[in-house]
């Protein structure tokens, strides 16, 4: 998996995932899909490492709504008041969004 910085206001980041990384292996064979916890802790990563938050965060009303293959992805964090609202798009399809508190 690879991360890099777009922007940081709001947070916008381009992430890849690898068809060959490990967190494939059975999640699922033949059909690879990137792991529901993964997303949410690039997002739990991004908003204490990027964003500088410290203390306890929690994780709310997060969604997936289609499966997210290996391949290019944005992931946008947008701090609104001590509540981030993540999103992991693709062009104009969101595959997950939630909320994360701290």
Known sequence: MDLSL?????LQMSV???PADSC??????GNPVVPGSL???LCLQAISG???HKG???I???????FASPGEYALGIEDVGG?????????DTIFAQGRITA
């Open 6 to 10: 777009v922007s940081r206001d709001p």
């Open 16 to 18: 890849s995932f690898d």
């Open 24 to 29: 494939f292996n059975g999640h699922f064979p």
């Open 39 to 41: 997303i949410t802790g």
């Open 50 to 52: 990027l964003l500088g």
């Open 56 to 58: 306890p965060l929690h």
């Open 60 to 66: 709310r009303r997060f969604s997936f709504s289609r």
């Open 83 to 91: 509540t981030y609202l993540c999103t992991l798009s693709r062009e």
